[in-house]
C-alpha cells in the first residue's frame, strides 16, 4: 500500500505484483483507521484482482506521502536492542520501554527532515513500524499478531538534547516536524513470514552505520503489542515502533549528528528504502 500526491492531498495506491504502481483512488477509501476497521485490506485486495491491473499507473515522479492517512497514536518502544541500551549507557530494560511520539511528525518517505530551532543533537534510527488492524485491548500474546494489518519502515528521528537534557519525558526529543518519515511501503502482513528475522539498516552519506536484525530484538513484535494492549487499547492504523539497534549517532565517541545537507537512506527488508536529506530550520524561513 502507498499514497501519493501533494503533501497533504495524498491518494491511495498499491503496488501489483509486476512491481507497476497503480493508483487506488477508485477503490474510494483512504487508509485510515474506518479502512482498517472493516476489513479494507482484504476489501482492497479483491478490487486490487478485479479492477487493479485496469487502474491508472502512479507517475515515477509522484511524490510519494506517509503510506497511513491517519493514525490516533504511535507507541515507540525505548532500548529494545541490548547493543542500543549499551551505546545510551542504559541498561537493558527488564519490561519494554514505552514513550509516545506527536503524529504531526508524520512525513513522507523522501520529504526533507528539518533540524529543529535551536537543535545542536538531532539524530537518527532506523525501525521497523508494526501497523495495528484492528481494535486491541488485553489481547494475549500467542493472538497478538493476528490484529497486525502490516509494516512499515519508520526513522524515528530524535533531537537528544531535547529528549535528554530538558527534563520530563522523551517525547520532547521525539515529536518535531518531519521526525517520523513513514514508508515507502505499507506491506501487509502475509507478505512477511517472520517479523522476527528481518534485515535493517541506514546509512548516512553512504556510509552504513546501523546494521542489525529484528531477531535482536529484546521484546519481540508479538510480546509488545501483547504488553501494550494492557496499558491502552490500540486502534486501527495505530502505529508502534520496534526499536532501533545500535549505530545511531550518539553511541559515537565522540557522539555524531545530523549536519544540514546530510542524505540519510534506511530500509527494512521487505519493506523497501526510504531517503531523507537534512536540512536546517533556518533554510526553511521564507519557504514554510
Known amino acids: 500500500l502507498i499514497r501519493f500526491g501533494d503533501l497533504g492531498?495524498?491518494?491511495?495506491?498499491?503496488?501489483?505484483?509486476?512491481?507497476?504502481?497503480?493508483?487506488?483512488?477508485?477503490?474510494?477509501?483512504?487508509?485510515?483507521?474506518?479502512?482498517?476497521?472493516s476489513d479494507g485490506v482484504k476489501r482492497l485486495a479483491r478490487w486490487v484482482a478485479e479492477q487493479g491491473a485496469e487502474a491508472p499507473v502512479i507517475s515515477s515522479d509522484a511524490r510519494l506521502g506517509s503510506p497511513l492517512a491517519a493514525c490516533s497514536k504511535i507507541v515507540c518502544v525505548?532500548?529494545?536492542?541490548?547493543?542500543?541500551?549499551?551505546?545510551?549507557?542504559?541498561?537493558?530494560?527488564?519490561?519494554?520501554?514505552?514513550?509516545?511520539?506527536?503524529?504531526?511528525?508524520?512525513?513522507?518517505?523522501?520529504?526533507?527532515?528539518?533540524?529543529?530551532?535551536?537543535?545542536?543533537?538531532?539524530?537518527?534510527?532506523?525501525?521497523?513500524?508494526?501497523?495495528?488492524?484492528?481494535?486491541?485491548s488485553y489481547v494475549e500474546e500467542s493472538q497478538a499478531l493476528d490484529h497486525v494489518a502490516g509494516y512499515l519502515v519508520h526513522n524515528d528521528v530524535s533531537e537528544r538534547e531535547f529528549q535528554l537534557e530538558r527534563g520530563g519525558q522523551w517525547v520532547k526529543g521525539k515529536s518535531n516536524d518531519?521526525?517520523?518519515?513513514?514508508?515507502?511501503?505499507l506491506v501487509t502482513k502475509?507478505?512477511?513470514?517472520?517479523?522476527?528475522?528481518?534485515?535493517?539498516?541506514?546509512?548516512?552519506?553512504?556510509?552504513?552505520?546501523?546494521?542489525?536484525?529484528?531477531?535482536?530484538?529484546?521484546?519481540g513484535v508479538a510480546h509488545l503489542i501483547s504488553y501494550i494492549s494492557q496499558y491502552m487499547t490500540l486502534l486501527p492504523g495505530d502505529i508502534i515502533s520496534t526499536g532501533?539497534?545500535?549505530?545511531?549517532?550518539?553511541?559515537?565517541?565522540?557522539?555524531?549528528?545530523?549536519?544540514?545537507?546530510?542524505?540519510?537512506?534506511?530500509?527494512?527488508?521487505?519493506?523497501?528504502?526510504?531517503?531523507?536529506?537534512?536540512?536546517?530550520?533556518e533554510s526553511t524561513l521564507g519557504n514554510l
Open 244 to 281: 532501533t539497534p545500535s549505530g545511531v549517532g550518539l553511541g559515537f565517541d565522540p557522539p555524531r549528528f545530523f549536519q544540514h545537507g546530510d542524505v540519510v537512506e534506511l530500509g527494512v527488508e521487505g519493506l523497501g528504502v526510504s531517503r531523507q536529506e537534512v536540512i536546517s530550520y
Open 78 to 136: 525505548g532500548l529494545n536492542y541490548a547493543k542500543h541500551a549499551a551505546e545510551s549507557g542504559m541498561d537493558t530494560p527488564a519490561q519494554p520501554v514505552l514513550f509516545f511520539k506527536a503524529t504531526s511528525a508524520i512525513a513522507g518517505p523522501f520529504d526533507k527532515i528539518i533540524i529543529p530551532r535551536g537543535s545542536v543533537k538531532s539524530d537518527w534510527e532506523v525501525e521497523l513500524g508494526v501497523v495495528i488492524g484492528k481494535r486491541t
Open 178 to 185: 518531519t521526525f517520523a518519515p513513514l514508508g515507502p511501503w
Open 190 to 219: 502475509d507478505e512477511i513470514s517472520d517479523p522476527q528475522n528481518l534485515d535493517l539498516w541506514l546509512k548516512i552519506n553512504g556510509e552504513t552505520l546501523q546494521s542489525s536484525n529484528t531477531s535482536d530484538m529484546v521484546f
Open 9 to 37: 492531498h495524498e491518494m491511495p495506491g498499491v503496488i501489483l505484483e509486476d512491481g507497476s504502481q497503480r493508483s487506488a483512488a477508485g477503490f474510494g477509501e483512504d487508509y485510515d483507521s474506518k479502512f482498517f476497521s
